[in-house]
């Protein structure tokens, strides 16, 4: 009894040490959304209990092994013990208690985050190799405009329905906790209320080819009513009645996701910027320099492969002379020549 109780009071002791621990690790990021909380609230629960049962096998292993070691002079067998209906029915029903009740929590909890609510903003997610395109929709329902950022109002619930049009890709913004599979051919919803102002980054969770690793997007949450002026903004210009090839040209970039992995504003992503793309001397991997003209670019679009850019990899989609139109393709290479 005196083991028993000395044991007991060692568990509790290495319980609390342990959990402290493991509750201030900061083993994740800060939390920014409503759905990140309850996922949370779990998490530290289940490091309570992973704590407790850490503290109950460590301690009494090592209480085991220091106070019963075989002492010098003892020579005899240990004592045989065979059985114990009442500890076998206690180490059965105590575990299976605790399972249920985690799987009834993990239920509710599951429930709680994908639940619809009142108010949705529906935002499309379209995963592709390697980035990410984010479609807007019109007052009339159907898709707007595009961007290669998805914006978001704080403290709104918004709806993700989320796709792929290649591969199986995952959408995953660590601060939000929730993760959700975009996969070909179907539209998976996500739901997320954010509760935190600012920039976050969206990450590929899913392990899906060369360019895995720089699959990035960045997620901004901006006050209720910037959001509003920047939604009306983006939904005016892409109903401006454009004749003009050259804004034809943002909208087809848009369309296939060039502006996933190519910035206009001279910033690096995936992919070179296209601002002062055009009668730039360009140097490629394999040493040579060429002056970028109309025809490099149609090549650069058509045949990714042929010329790499120094400092790059040759991540960019092959698919696209199947997918782009001849008209599209002149205004995407007058949309590249107008970014000085
Ligand atoms: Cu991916």
């Known amino acids: 009894m005196r083991h028993i109780l000395t044991a007991a009071v060692l568990v509790v002791i290495v319980t609390v040490i342990v959990a402290f621990i493991l509750i201030n690790a900061n083993l994740l990021p800060t939390v920014a959304s409503q759905e990140g909380m309850i ?27 220091v106070v ?22 206690v180490w059965t029903l105590l575990p299976l208690a605790t399972v249920l009740y985690f799987a009834s929590l993990g239920a509710s909890s599951l429930y709680e985050i994908t639940k619809p609510l009142d108010n949705e903003l529906k935002i499309g997610v379209v995963g ?3 980035a990410w395109r984010f479609d807007y929709y019109g007052p009339d329902g159907k898709v707007a405009f595009s961007s290669n950022e998805l914006y ?11 796709t792929s049009t290649d591969v199986i890709h995952s959408f995953w913004v660590p601060e939000f906790r929730v993760k959700q599979d975009a996969v070909p051919g179907q539209r998976h919803p996500l739901r997320i209320t954010p509760t935190q102002l600012g920039e976050f980054k969206v990450r590929c969770a899913e392990i899906c080819g060369r360019g895995h690793a720089v699959m990035y997007a960045t997620a901004r949450v901006l006050e209720p009513s910037e959001f509003q002026s920047w939604y009306e903004q983006q939904l005016a210009s892409s109903q401006e009645e454009g004749g003009d090839i050259v804004a034809m040209g ?23 910027t ?31 492969g042929a010329d790499i850019v120094k400092g790059f990899a040759n991540i960019m989609p092959n698919t696209y002379k199947d997918q782009i139109s001849d008209e599209e393709l002149e205004a995407l290479i007058a949309y590249i020549k107008s970014l000085k």
């Open 39 to 65: 996922i949370d609230n779990l998490l530290t629960l289940h490091l309570l209990v992973i704590a407790f049962l850490f503290a109950l096998i460590v301690v009494f292993m090592t209480y085991s092994i």
């Open 250 to 272: 943002a909208k087809v970039a848009q369309k296939y996701g060039c502006i996933g992995c190519h910035s206009t504003d001279g910033s690096p992503m995936a992919g070179p």
């Open 152 to 162: 978001l109002p704080k403290d709104r619930p918004v709806r993700l329905d989320i």
């Open 274 to 304: 296209w601002k002062g793309l055009f009668g730039k001397e360009e140097t490629l991997a394999d040493g040579r320099t060429i002056t970028v003209d109309e025809e490099y670019i149609r090549r650069s679009i058509l045949d990714p």
């Open 128 to 130: 592709f190799q390697w």
């Open 68 to 89: 019963f070691r075989r002492k010098p002079g003892e020579e005899g067998d240990g004592k045989y013990i065979h059985g114990n209906t009442k500890l076998e029915i």
